[in-house]
């Protein structure tokens, strides 16, 4: 079973609104990763969050991080039609294996 | 410079058949990571390489399922004897060092088994 849990499944928001994904995790980690795939091919990383760190920004997009609760959110600011793919978050097991979640998809509306 | 690669983009294969699968690293990534992607699901790990070193093999589904790197570059995984719940996207990507460094995905190779 995958450790990385995201919520919503699905999102559909309308053009210019914010999206909320959020990732839950079960072991210590390193460093949480999100990462955007269009049409169910290639994944795009978007933004590495350190364990030290609470939270970053890289544009449009805004991660926390809380290694109390083992969790972590992406929030997108005025989504564009563009945005719309599956997002998933990504951490390592402790070893070498990365754990993915299963993605939320998001549909903006234009 | 070129990223990631993976070839064929697409495999059509009858069940029974082996297939072979490909993967370029981006030049000067060491680590090497093999995932499989069904229909509307997330990513399940397959197998990592640091180097032409696989330390972590767990995640390959049976032993029909095997990796290989050459030089430090170029990874080949090959499925022997393909079943139908084979079918799925294979994704490759690859990192400068360490596992957990930011990963670089290839566009991945459907393969579909009939």
């Known amino acids: 079973s995958q450790q990385g849990e995201e919520d919503p499944q699905a999102l559909s928001i309308q053009e210019g609104e914010n999206a909320t994904m959020n990732c839950s995790y079960k072991t210590s980690i390193n460093n949480l990763q999100w990462y955007r795939q269009n049409s169910g091919r290639g994944l795009v990383h978007l933004i590495l969050?350190?364990?030290?760190?609470r939270e970053k920004h890289s544009g449009r997009l805004r991660v926390t991080l809380d290694t109390s609760k083992k969790s972590s959110s992406l929030l997108i600011t005025a989504s564009r039609a563009a945005d719309t793919a599956s997002y998933f978050c990504a951490t390592l097991d402790g070893g070498f294996k990365t754990i993915f979640g299963a993605g939320t998809r998001l549909f903006v509306k234009a | 410079g070129a990223g990631v690669s993976q070839s064929p983009s697409n495999k059509v294969t009858e069940k029974g058949k082996d297939v072979e699968l490909r993967c370029d690293p981006i030049?000067?990534?060491?680590?090497l990571y093999w995932y499989r992607q069904s229909l509307g699901q997330g990513l399940e790990f397959l197998i990592y390489f640091q180097g032409n070193s696989a330390p972590d093999k767990s995640g390959l589904p049976s032993d029909r399922f095997s990796a290989e790197r050459t030089g430090g570059s170029v990874s080949t995984l090959t499925i022997q004897r393909t079943q139908q719940e084979d079918s799925a996207v294979y994704l490759c990507?690859?990192?400068?060092?360490?596992?957990?460094?930011?990963?670089?995905f290839g566009p991945g190779t459907r393969l579909t088994v009939l």
């Open positions: 969050i350190r364990s030290n760190e």
């Open positions: 990507a690859s990192s400068y060092g360490l596992a957990a460094d930011t990963q670089y």
């Open positions: 030049s000067g990534h060491t680590a």
